[in-house]
């Protein structure tokens, strides 16, 4: 059974940077894709990051492009959320997910391939 575990949210001031971190385990991790996610209260879920199980491949939008960056280690079977000059509309619930293959797909339908999903943890930008 696959489980995603996050950590690492908490309180930050405007400006400031955090590092969220997903543990995964229950299959192998380094020939999945996996994707960081967030959603604020009454809005919907959307995309932070992706990469590919490679690591060759990463996509991010247009709203944090540039301010966060995914990377994973596959001997910690760990992905990583690095996230700088954080802003007070990046308050959310950041969710860690994990594909069914190598790469993740352009398609917010399916949830760009993710399969399975951690619990959350909470990320608060405020002064």
């Known amino acids: 059974q696959v489980q995603l575990v996050e950590s690492g949210g908490g309180l930050v001031q405007p400006g400031g940077s955090l590092r969220l971190s997903c543990a995964a385990s229950?299959?192998?991790?380094?020939?999945?894709?996996m994707g960081w996610f967030r959603q604020a209260p009454g809005k919907e879920r959307e995309f932070v990051a992706l990469?590919?199980?490679?690591?060759?491949?990463?996509l991010y939008p247009d709203s944090v492009k540039g301010r966060f960056t995914i990377s994973g280690d596959n001997a910690k079977r760990t992905v990583y959320l690095e996230m700088n000059n954080l802003k007070p509309e990046d308050t959310a619930v950041y969710y860690c997910?994990?594909?069914?293959?190598?790469?993740?797909?352009?398609?917010?339908?399916?949830?760009?391939?993710?399969?399975?999903w951690g619990k959350g943890t909470l990320v608060t930008v405020s002064s």
């Open positions: 990469i590919s199980w490679s690591g060759s491949s990463t």
């Open positions: 229950g299959r192998t991790f380094s020939t999945y894709a």
């Open positions: 997910a994990q594909a069914n293959g190598f790469y993740y797909t352009n398609t917010k339908d399916n949830d760009y391939g993710m399969k399975y």
